[in-house]
């Protein structure tokens, strides 16, 4: 089965830095784009960032709100995906979710998420 763990998330005050990690593992041929979600109380879910397979940050994609401020990567060795997030503000504040499209020999491909990593940025 394929899994996707989450990690790196906390309590920070608001202008501090977090960086999140999320790995793929388990059995799997390929992984497809990589994005981070996020969703506060009360609200929808929504795409922070996104990269693509090759990892090509020049195509990556950012929402409005946290572009300058964020920055997704990935390692494709290690089949992690990175969300570097600096200048937070309590805006920021929710749950982050890992999200990627991997490819495996017995379901195709599939979209798979994390469990979650709450961040909480303090004012």
């Known amino acids: 089965q394929v899994q996707l763990v989450e990690s790196g998330g906390g309590l920070v005050q608001a202008g501090g830095s977090l960086r999140l990690s999320c790995a793929a593992s388990?059995?799997?041929?390929?992984?497809?784009?990589m994005g981070w979600y996020r969703q506060a109380p009360g609200k929808q879910r929504e795409l922070v960032a996104s990269i693509t397979s090759r990892g090509n940050t020049n195509y990556a994609n950012y929402a409005d709100s946290v572009k300058g401020r964020f920055t997704i990567s990935r390692d494709n060795a290690k089949n992690t995906v990175y969300l570097q997030m600096n200048s937070l503000k309590p805006e920021d504040t929710a749950v982050y979710y890992c999200?990627?499209?991997?490819?495996?020999?017995?379901?195709?491909?599939?979209?798979?998420w994390g469990q979650g990593t709450q961040v909480t940025v303090s004012s």
């Open positions: 999200n990627a499209d991997i490819v495996s020999d017995y379901v195709g491909i599939r979209a798979y």
């Open positions: 388990g059995r799997f041929i390929s992984i497809n784009p």
